[in-house]
Structure formats: C-alpha cells, structure tokens
C-alpha cells in the first residue's frame, strides 16, 4: 500500500519539542501515515559555525522523535544531496511505493526564493506551511508567494492534498510554539556534548551513524 508521507528538512541543532509538537500536529491534520524528518548534513543558507556534528543532531532528533510516527533519518548524507530539490527527487525515485508531501515554516517560505531550483521543488510535490509566531505575514508577502499564490488550496480540504496536481500549496495554523533551537544553543552551547561517541542507527535507512 502506499504510504503517505511528510517531509520536514532542518538543521535540528538541536531537535526539540517544538518540532515535535508541530510534526504531531502535522501527521494529524494531512492524514499521514509517517513524517520524515531529514536532519541535513549543512544548509546551503545556514553558516556553518555552531553547527553540531551530525550524528549528535541525528541522536538529538531521534530522541525527541521516540514513542511516534515520526522517524530521523540522515538519509541526505548517503544520498550526497546538499540542495532540498536534488534530495526530493531522489527520494521520490527511490521510494515508489510513498505518496511525499513538503513541510516546511512560514519563515522558510519568506525565503522560499532564494532556494536552488524552488519552483520545480514546489511542481515535483504538495507543500504544507506551517505558521510561525510572526511570520505570517512575511510569508504570504513572499516573492514566491508573487507565483505560488494562484496555487493555494483551502486549508478545510487539507486531507485530500494526495488528489492534488503539484504546484499545490496548503497553509496549517495550528497553536504557536516559541521554542527554537537558537534559544536552546544560547541556554546550553555544548548541547551536542551528551551524544558524543554514540552510534545511532538511522530510522529510514536502518544504517549506522557513528558519532
């Protein structure tokens, strides 16, 4: 059977319960049958300084990933994909027999136009976004938006987006979570020091990440 599937890419430096709270809310609302949360090896628009190593930031997700159907995988480090649009259609190549839908936060849709190749990440697939304390309005002002906008479904048919033609974009407003992992780095810098030496094994690709 197909699996219906959602992706939420970041740093996860650290995972929190914050993107848990969303991801639970997420799985609810599209009707998933698991979320992925893709804990990149570097983002193209993040500096590289303060970045954890990433098995600590994999080990970090994991743990805030237990008990649920949300499943951490380091899978874009094997898959040598350093730009979302090369490891969508990776995965979409590799796992035929899953339905994939995008997440990703008001904040990143403000900069939605920066990323490589945007418009074929939004044509490959659906797109949910999820509101962010303050960003609602930057994202529905977004220079994406100046071409995404035509494609906006109804957030009330949020679980048919599997009967979608991408481009499709869908907004989910769910109860604001203010908890970041900048603040987390501010409050604990030497966070990742707790995963040091561990071996994590990946929950997609079942391999080991050896930290």
């Known amino acids: 059977m197909t699996k219906l599937t959602g992706l939420l890419g970041g740093s ?6 914050g993107h848990r709270a969303i991801s639970l809310f997420s799985i609810d609302a599209l009707g998933l049958d698991e979320l992925w949360w893709l804990v990149s090896p ?4 993040k ?5 954890a ?3 600590a930031r994999l080990a970090s997700a994991q743990h805030q990933a237990r008990r649920s159907r949300i499943k951490a995988t380091a899978i874009e480090a094997e898959l040598g994909t350093r730009y979302t649009i090369d490891t969508l259609k990776k995965l979409v190549a590799r796992y035929p027999d899953r339905r994939f839908i995008w997440l990703m936060g008001a904040d990143n849709l403000a900069i939605f136009h920066q990323w490589r190749q945007w ?6 697939m659906p797109i949910a976004v999820i509101a962010r304390p303050g960003y609602d309005d930057p994202a529905r002002a977004a ?5 995404l906008g035509r494609y906006v ?14 481009p ?3 907004f989910l407003r769910f109860r604001p979570d203010p908890r970041s992992a900048t603040q987390l780095r501010l409050a604990n810098p030497h966070w990742y020091r707790a995963y040091e030496g561990r071996i994590v094994r990946d929950a997609v690709t079942r391999h080991l990440v050896r930290g």
């Open 143 to 147: 220079v994406a938006m100046s071409w």
């Open 47 to 51: 500096p590289k300084a303060g970045m």
């Open 42 to 45: 570097g983002n193209p628009l």
């Open 53 to 55: 190593p990433l098995p």
């Open 119 to 124: 418009r074929d990440i939004a044509a490959l």
């Open 12 to 17: 996860f430096n650290p995972a929190h319960g």
């Open 153 to 166: 479904r109804p957030s009330s048919q949020r679980k048919l987006w599997t009967h979608w033609r991408p």
């Open 168 to 170: 499709a974009l869908v």
